[in-house]
Antibody, heavy 133, light 109 residues
């Protein structure tokens, strides 16, 4: 069974860093990209970034750039997302998601390839991060 | 960034009746409709419903369909069932950053 299992809830203080793990089973992280999406309480979904399946290439949203680091351990089949310099507005649920890789198209954009695209098809159960003093 | 124009925040539907949820993107596709739909049931992670414009994900009933192309799409549920309640999100996957609509909550009358 293909699934992503994330680490447990975290309660952090402002200024701390948090690192969330995401263990893949039923497939290997070298076959598909891993995306990270977060959801603030009562809000929509926000894409944070992605790590490539093949070569550890990463791409972050401009908003999260500089504070988010996505990594992986291919031997353990685990992906990680670390968020530093936490603030109260980082409170929310963080999801790792299996999805397509993105490629630079030479004109300033990273785009997927249609033959490889099948949506964000497997979601982790979510990790709640609470940032409070 | 590509902006997904807000769709109705809430929709109240009688079981057995149809429902339509619109979604508009600020940018045209490039030959492929990189527009997905996700359903987040209460207390659960989002789940993929539709990818690449009109392709149902595995296990998704055929009462879920999408019409439209370019920048305007509509998710249509032919006959709403109680299990369809939740928040529906459209998402553009054309380029990074991937962006989501604000979501439409479907509730049963």
């Amino acid at each position: 069974q293909v699934q992503l299992v994330q680490s447990g809830a975290e309660v952090m203080q402002p200024g701390d860093s948090v690192k969330i793990s995401c263990k893949a089973s039923g497939y290997t992280v070298t076959d598909h990209g891993i995306h990270w999406v977060r959801q603030a309480p009562g809000q929509s979904l926000e894409w944070l970034g992605w790590i490539n399946s093949g070569n550890d290439n990463r791409r972050y949203s401009q908003k999260s750039q500089g504070r988010v680091t996505i990594s992986r351990d291919t031997f353990a089949n685990i992906a990680y997302m670390e968020l530093s310099r936490l603030r109260s507005e980082d409170t929310g649920v963080y999801y790792c998601v299996r999805g397509a890789d993105y490629y630079y198209d030479g004109s300033g954009h990273y785009r997927p390839r249609p033959l490889n695209y099948s949506g964000l098809d497997v979601w982790g159960q979510g990790t709640t991060v609470t940032v409070s003093s | 960034d590509i902006v997904m124009t807000p769709s109705p925040l809430s929709l109240f539907v009688t079981p057995g009746e149809p429902a339509s949820i619109p979604c508009r993107s600020s940018q045209l596709s490039h030959g492929h409709n990189y527009l997905d739909w996700y359903l987040q049931k209460p207390g659960k992670s989002p789940q993929l419903l539709i990818f690449l414009g009109s392709n149902r994900a595995s296990g998704v009933p055929d009462r879920f369909n999408v019409s439209g192309s370019g920048t305007d799409f509509t998710l249509k549920i032919s006959r709403v069932e109680a299990e369809d309640v939740g928040v529906y999100y459209c998402m553009q996957a054309l380029e990074t950053p991937i962006t989501f609509g604000q979501g439409t909550r479907l509730e049963i009358k």
